[in-house]
């Protein structure tokens, strides 16, 4: 009896080593708050989604077409996006809680003397990461291009998301 105990002991130990070994782990910037990982670890067991690169959507349609007063400001612009992200994701049973990775590409905003308006990228992105209802954090990368293929654009981003056993 003693050795079945000890068994039965060690396996629940192995198991729960075995879970925290498949957990996905985010380990933020050393003395820092902002709102991202520095490093993220996904374990080999998480299935990895890739979201292609994606544009907003008009924001408003009186607007003349293909302009960025079409598709708004930096902040407008993100907010579609990662709305737009988070419903591809949903489709697949994943929410913006499971983003591991976010790569941003900005095109400087004329209304910001041709400069990329990083105000504008974190007012939209700290609604949806780094939130009390959701608090993981991507690795992220912004960087400013010089166009994207849709006239009127300012952002365009692509996801990884994960999700472990």
């Known amino acids: 009896m003693k050795t079945a105990a000890l068994l039965l002991g060690a396996l629940m130990t192995l198991s729960a080593l075995d879970a925290q070994a498949d957990a996905i782990e985010r380990v933020a910037p050393p003395g820092s708050n902002f709102p991202i990982s520095q490093l993220v670890s996904v374990p080999a067991s998480a299935t ?14 009186k607007a003349a077409p293909q302009t960025v007063a079409a598709y708004g400001n930096t902040e407008t612009q993100t907010f579609s996006v990662l709305s737009k992200i988070r ?35 974190q007012a939209a992105y ?23 293929p849709l006239p ?11 999700k472990a056993p």
């Open 152 to 162: 009127g654009a300012l952002v365009e981003i692509e996801a990884i998301a994960a």
């Open 87 to 121: 419903t591809a994701l949903q489709s697949q049973g994943l929410d913006l809680g499971d983003v591991v990775q976010l790569r941003v590409f900005l095109v400087g905003d004329p209304a910001n003397g041709g400069r990329l308006d990083f105000a504008g990228l």
């Open 48 to 61: 990895l989604t890739f979201v292609s690169g994606t544009l907003p959507d008009v924001a408003d349609p």
């Open 126 to 148: 700290t609604k949806f990461f780094a939130t009390a209802d959701q608090p993981n954090k991507p690795t992220r990368t912004a960087l400013q291009v010089v166009a994207l």
